[in-house]
C-alpha cells in the first residue's frame, strides 16, 4: 500500500447534515413557559444569523395550538398587511362555512379570490384610520374564526406598519387573542415605527439568544457530522473566527466540506491543518464561495430564488430560472444538499437563510437581474391572485416603466383602500422620482398622493422638484395650469410659503377658466396670511376676490360652498377682523351629507384654533370639541387627531395639565409628523416647568427639525415664542431675540399685531435685559397700537405684562407692581393661571423692592402653593429660595427626585452661567435666586464632579458633556413663521 493510499484509508469525507438546534434549551423552555403561563406577547430578538428563526420553528413543532406564521420580506415598499394575508392563504383555501359576519366584507380587497365566499362589501369609509381600522376588525374575527391559538410574526422589522397595527389591536384584548411570538432585528427597526411601541409595552417576554459558546460551536458541528466528536482545537478556532454566530459557524463548516478540507483522525473532526484554517471574512463570502462550487442549475435556481424572494413553488423557480422541470429538480437537489435551500410542508422551497438570499441576489450583475426580474413579473401576472405591489416591484427592477406604473397604482389603491396611506404615498413617490411616469401624467399621480401621509418634509421637497422639472417640460396650457397648482400645493406643505405663493398666482388665471372650484381654493390659499412679505391688506384682496367668484359665477355644491364659508370666517379672525365672529356665527347649521359634515368638522377646528389666537378660550373649547366629536362620530380620525393635539395644549393654557402630559407621552412617536410637532413643544413646555430647561430646549429643536413649521400665527405653539421663554428662564437674552427675530419682522411687515401677543412679553423683556431700552419701549407701544381696541383677552394681558415690565426697568416698583396684578387678572381671566401666578410672582418682587414686604411674603406663599398644584416644580423651588432667603419656610417637597452624581436641573442652569463666567451675584439675578442658593448649588455640582474650585468645575462640565462652550452652543432657529 502507498503512502497516499495509506492516508486515504485513514481519512474520509463527512456525510453533512443540518444542524440540530443547540445550545438553546433554556430559551426553548422560557418560550414555552410563557406562552403557557399567561396571555401576551413573547419577542425573539437578535443580530442575524443567531438562530431566531430555528428557534420559533422548533417551538412551533411542540406547540398544540394551530398557528399562523406570517414571514415579512425585505421589500423596499411593504406590501400592505401582505405577511398576514399570505399566511392566511397558507393555513386556509375556503372560508366557506366560517362563523363570520357582515363585517368581514371588508376583507374583499386582501382577498379577491374569496369574493364569492364573504359578505356584501361594506360602504366606504371617509377617513383611511377608520377603514384601516374596520379592516384590522375584519381580519381578527377571521383569525378567530379559524381558531388560530398562536400568531407568529417573523423579521417584524420589514413588517409594514398596518401588520404592526393589527398587532397593537390584537395586544389591546389579551383574554380572547391568540398567543403573540415575533422575531426582529433591534438594529434594523425604523426610528418611528409601531414596533417600538409594541415590544416596549408592559406585559412583554423578551428573549435575545446569545452566541454559542465553544462547546456550543462544537456541539453545532458535531450534529453536522452525524454526532460525531469535533476536536476541541478546531471548535475553538472557529468560534474564534465566527464569534458564535450558529450562522457563521455554519456557512464556514459547509465552505470547509465542500473544499474537501474536514477530515477524521483519530475519531475526531478536523481540519487537516488548523494553523491554515481559512475562514471568509463575512457570511456573504462564505455564501458566495459555496454558490460558486455547484452546477449550473442549481445556481439558476438559487438566483431566481434570490429574486422572487419567500418560499415559492418549484414550478414557478424553474420558469423564472429558465430551466426546464427536471433541469430545475437536479439544481434544487443540489442546492438541498448542500444546505442553502429548505423545503416547507407545502413543497414550498426557499432560502434557509434571508442573509445567503441577499447574498446570492447582491451577487448578481445588473444586466442578469434586470432579467429575472422581468422574468419573475411575467410568471407571477399568470398567477391565480396577483399580489400587485410585488409585481410592481420586479417591472421596477425589471426596467419597464409602464408595467411598474400601472402595477404600482394598483397596489396604492389597495393601500388605501386597506388604510394604509402611507405604503400608497411611498409607492407613487417611487414611480414619480424613478421617471417611470413623465408629462402631464406626473400632475394626475400628484393629486392622487396622500400627502399627510408623507414621513416628513423631505418625500415631498423630492416631489417638489419633480414636479419643478415636470412644470419646466412640453405641456399645453391646460396640463401646465394643473402642473402649476400642484407645484404650490405641495410648496406650501414644505414650508416654501413664498415661492408656493408666486406659483399659485400663476396658476389661478388658468383654474378660474377650467376648474373654478380649484381658482377659489388657490385664493383661500393666498388668503391665508401666511410667511409672506405681503401685508395683510394683500390677503384680504384675495379672501374678496374668491368671494365674488363664488357668489358670482359658481353655483358651487353645497360641501364647497360650506368649506369656503368655513375657512372666510377663520381667516378673518386670523387676520384679526372682529368680523370673523360675525362671519363665524352666521355658519349655516345644517348639512348631514359626509363632505358636508367634513367641513363642519374641519371649519369648526379652524375657528377652535383662531379663537385661540384671540385668547377667547371659552369659545376655542367649544369650537374644537364639536369638531372632535364630529370626527369620531363620522370616523374622520385623523382629523380627530389633529383636533386633540390642539386641545391639548389648551388644556395646557387653562392649567389642566394631567392629559397634556398623557397626550404628549402618547404622541411623541406618532407617525403624523404635525402631532409629533406638537407633542414635543408640549413636552418642551412642561420640562420647562418642571426646571429641566436643557431637556426642553432639546425638545423644541426637535420639533423644529421635524420640519412641520408653525409660526407666531399659530399663537402659544410657536416655536420661536418657547424658545424664547426658556432662553429668558435661563438668563440668555440674546439667544430670546434671535429665536424671536423672524416673527417680529413678520408681523412688523404684515401689521397683525394680534399675532405678536406671545412673543412681545418676551421680547420686550429680553430687549431690556440686553441694555436696549428704547428698543423695548417702541416694541411695546407698537403692538399696543396696533391691538388697541380689539376684543382680545391675550393681547390684553400681553400689553399689561408689557407696560409691567418697562416700568420695573424704569426703576418705579410701585407702579410695576400694579401693572403686573393687572396682568395676573387678565391671565385668570382668559384663563391662564401658569401665565398668572409667574406674574404675580413679578409683583411681588416689586413690592418687595418697593418695601411692601408682609404682602409681598403672602402672595409668594399662595404663587407657590398655585405652582406646585399646577405641577410647575422647577417654579416652585424658585419661589421657595425666594420665601427661604426671606426666613419664610413653606411645605416640604414631595417626592423630590434624586438625582446621584447626575447634575440636577437646576445646577444644571447654575454651572451653565458660571461657564459663561458669571458671578455668584449675577447668577443670582439671572435665575431669580439668592447668592447664598447659587452658592449651595456651586459647592454640590463640585462635590459631584469631584472638582477643587470653580474653574476645575466649569472644565469638567464641559469635557463631560453637561454643558457646552458659550462660542459651540447651538443657535436657536430662527421661525419661517
Known sequence: MTAAESVGALVRRPDLGVPRLVGRDRDLSAL??????????????GEAGIGKTRLLHELLGRRPETALVAVCPPFREPYTLGPVVDAVRRLADRVTGLPLTGLAGALRPVFPEWAGQLPPAPEPLPDAAAARHRLLRALVELVDALGVGLFVVEDAHWADETTLELLLFLRARPERSPRLVLTYRPEDVRPQSLLRRLVAQAGVTRLEPGPLDIAGTADLVSSMLGGEPVSEEFAGFLHGHTDGLPLAVEESVRLL????????????????????????????????ERTSRLGPAARAMLAALAVLEGERAPALVAEVAGLTLPEAENGLAEALAGGLLHEDRDARVGFRHMLAARSVHHALGALERGRLHRRAGAALEQEPVRRVAELARHFREAGDPDRWAGYAEQAADHAISSGDPRTAFGLLLDLLAGGAVRGAAVSRLVQRMPLYAAPGNGPLR??????????AGELTPHERTEVTWQLARLMFHVGDVEGASAEMEQAVPGLVGDRPVAAVHAMMMLARPLATA?????????????????????????????SFLMDRAATLLVLGDPAGWTAARDLPGDGRTPGEVLQ????????????????????ARHRLDAAAALAEEHQHLRLRDLV?????HLDWLTGHWSGPRKWQASALDADEPVLRVDALLLAGLLDAAHGDHHRARERVLAAIAVGRPRGPVDGARDPSAVLARLAIATGRPAEALAATDAAWRLVETKELWLWAAEIVPLRVRALLEAGRAAEAARAATAFAAGTRGADAPVATAARLLTAALLARADGDPARAAGHFEEAAAAWSALPRPYDALLARESAAGCRLAAGAREGAVDVLREVFDGLIALGARGDGDRVRHTLADLGVRVGTRVGRPGYGDRLSPRELDVVRLLVEGRTSGQIARVLGLSPR?????????MRKRDAPSRTALAVAVVESGDVPLPGNAPQPPASTG
Not at 474536514?262 to 455564501?287: F, N, T, Y
Not at 386633540?644 to 391639548?648: C, H
Not at 442658593?933 to 455640582?941: G, I
Open 32 to 45: 414555552g413557559r410563557a406562552l403557557d403561563e399567561r396571555p401576551g406577547l413573547v419577542v425573539v430578538a
Open 257 to 288: 466540506y465542500d473544499r474537501a478540507d474536514l477530515v477524521c483522525e483519530d475519531g475526531a473532526w478536523l481540519r487537516r491543518d488548523v494553523a491554515e484554517l481559512d475562514v471568509p471574512p463575512s457570511i456573504r463570502d462564505a455564501v458566495l
Open 462 to 471: 423630492d416631489l417638489v422638484t419633480v414636479l419643478r422639472a415636470t412644470a
Open 534 to 562: 405681503h401685508p395683510a391688506a394683500h390677503h384680504r384682496a384675495w379672501l374678496e376676490r374668491a368671494g365674488r367668484l363664488v357668489e358670482d359665477r359658481l353655483d358651487p355644491a353645497p360641501e364647497d360652498r360650506l
Open 600 to 619: 363642519r368638522a374641519r371649519g369648526f377646528a379652524n375657528l377652535g384654533e383662531a379663537a385661540m389666537l384671540w385668547g377667547r378660550y371659552a369659545d
Open 644 to 648: 386633540g393635539a390642539t386641545l391639548a
Open 933 to 941: 442658593t447659587v452658592e449651595k448649588h456651586v459647592h454640590s455640582a
